[in-house]
């Protein structure tokens, strides 16, 4: 019983959290529906439910804090970015108004189309606006920061690096470019890439600053002539070229990425779509390349919008890897992408698949950054304390194959059977002799033997001597 706004095309519509998520509304002003991420949570949404309407004009964008799953921000077409501190118990009552927000953030004198909190530093944000302008905010001083004027054209997304010292943006104009926000310049452009285009930094953990490099690629998804969509790989220290590109498929709907950098797969989806589909990303110095890996068609309707729940909302003991929240015209429906073990294997915890993750803790601040600090994302083990590590398993004695088993079985069997027969036959022979030289009239006639001749022949009672030898001349003798 959703009642979603679904009029912005640029943006995923969707933000989450480890505990809630939320997605802009239908109505007067500018509305917001948030509700937990918890099972307890699903149902029908009532037509009277407590929303989040602090703006006077739609919603375009929203995203959640990395840091506390109860900050959110919320971009306006009002022009204005406002930033809310949601109950722990979720939005109830008569919801929230314009008084309840935590911060409003002033500046742009057109529309807000994107906003984007900063990895690693805290309360630091970036949005962009139909004013051609990019933002940076120190949202702790309640001030705007950083401002940069260097787009042709509308932005229609921002992606920070693994440190955040550098951003990627993707411009209305199909052009990349690479930007130093505190120098305020523009470090590199790509080539013209495509229409609906969008990008994403591929960070990899531990790769040592600076950000970029073949090693940290980033990922465009894009739309081509005769409405070809594709996945592109850049060196983000030479844009000139790409260093792999991908097909994704035909169609005209707009593509999002979500790339988890502990496994290194990137998930692609697009609005309009049933798909999702996700690749592989290798990436070592000088090169880089995208391998399909699988699809996975989800149930109808058509996607309007879509999630990822950060890594530390996973189920780490039913090996869950990903799990997002696929948003439609009326409803939410969870997707959970789980690694499948054999069943004696999923008692440990796969410390193969699940390495440190990133923390919800910032590694600095607003004050810090801007000073020019660069600090590496913290990390946290997702490990429970009652699993052992898959690595640290106990070795166990090597397993015989089915088929061995099965052909030492046969062999036994055919033995048993052999001995049995020759038992038999031996059995039979030593019969067979016993009836022809020890004939008796309970066995019958013997084979080859006159029983009567051997009656004629006997020795009577009265020829026995006295000592049990026979007399001469008796029938003893004679035979």
Known sequence: NLRPDTTSMDSPLMACSSIFWAVPWIGAGGPVYVSPVAESAYGKVEPTAPLVNGHRASVLALNFSPFDPRVLAT???????????????????????????????RGHTNGVRTVDWHPTADNVL??????????????????????????????????????GALLATACKDRVVRV??????????????????LRVQWCPKPGAGAPDGGAEEPLITVSSGTAGKRELRLWDARRMDTELCKRPVDQASGQLFTFYDEDTGLCYVAGKGDITIRWFEIS???????????????????????????PKTACDVRN?????????????????????????????????????PTRAPEAASTAERWLAGEDAEPLRVSLKPEDMMNLSEKPAEAPKVAKTTVFRSELDEAEALAKQRE??????????????????NKSMGVARGVDLATQDDEAVADDEWDDDGAARPGSGAGRA
Not at 135 to 152: G, K, S
Not at 283 to 301: F, M, R, V
């Open 75 to 105: 971009a306006s077409d009002d022009c204005t970015v406002a930033l809310w501190y949601l109950p722990e118990d979720g939005v109830g009552g008569a919801g929230l108004g314009a008084d309840d927000a935590a911060l409003v953030l």
């Open 422 to 439: 020759e038992a038999f036959n031996r059995l039979h022979s030593m019969a067979a002799v016993r009836e022809v030289y020890h004939p």
């Open 126 to 163: 970036a949005t962009s606006s139909t004013d051609l302008s990019l933002r940076i905010w120190d949202a702790h001083a309640e001030r705007e920061a950083l401002c940069m004027r260097a787009f042709p054209d509308v932005l229609g997304n921002v992606s920070f690096g693994r440190t």
């Open 283 to 309: 990436a070592t110095e000088g090169a880089a390349i995208a391998l399909k890996s699988n699809d996975y068609q989800t149930s109808a309707p058509a996607m309007s919008g879509l999630c990822m729940l």
């Open 179 to 196: 930007l130093d926000p505190r120098a305020g310049e523009v470090a590199l452009e790509s080539p013209a890439v495509g229409r609906n």
């Open 319 to 355: 090996i869950e890897v990903a799990r997002f929240l696929k948003l439609t015209t009326d409803t939410v429906l969870p997707l959970s992408f789980r690694l499948p073990r054999a069943e004696n294997l999923r008692q440990y915890f796969q410390d193969d698949v699940f390495t």
